[in-house]
């Protein structure tokens, strides 16, 4: 159904920041939300952000102010920017693509990047 490709991942200190980069392709226009998840080692994989096709945005606690998701239609692009990075923001982070193809919903991942932040 979509294609996604994560990029941006990388050891970061504490308070720093980095951006990543989610690149999707395939049936772009079927695509109804798009977000950013996490697993860290030993825990459950958790949503992080969301955007909607209008742009409304959604937020995990964790990282309300800090966080922000943001989507490039003219790029195909979904870019989470990350400020304040705290230890416990160390995970792989997916990039995930759900919607409507053929009248079935799918939900699609990318690989993963890792994100570590440590000093």
């Known amino acids: 159904q979509v294609q996604l490709v994560e990029s941006g991942g990388g050891l970061v200190q504490p308070g720093g920041s980095l951006r990543l980069s989610c690149a999707h392709s395939?049936?772009?226009?079927?695509?109804?939300?798009m977000g950013w998840f996490r697993q860290a080692p030993g825990k459950e994989r958790e949503l992080v952000a969301t955007?909607?096709?209008?742009?409304?945005?959604n937020y995990a606690d964790s990282v309300k102010g800090r966080f922000s998701i943001s989507r490039d239609n003219a790029k195909n692009t979904v870019d989470l920017q990350m400020n304040s990075l705290k230890p416990e923001d160390t995970a792989v982070y997916y990039c995930?693509?759900?919607?409507?193809?053929?009248?079935?919903?799918?939900?699609?991942w990318g690989q993963g990047t890792q994100v570590t932040v440590s000093s």
């Open positions: 995930n693509a759900r919607g409507i193809l053929a009248g079935r919903g799918y939900s699609d």
């Open positions: 395939g049936s772009i226009l079927s695509i109804t939300t």
């Open positions: 955007i909607v096709i209008g742009g409304r945005t």
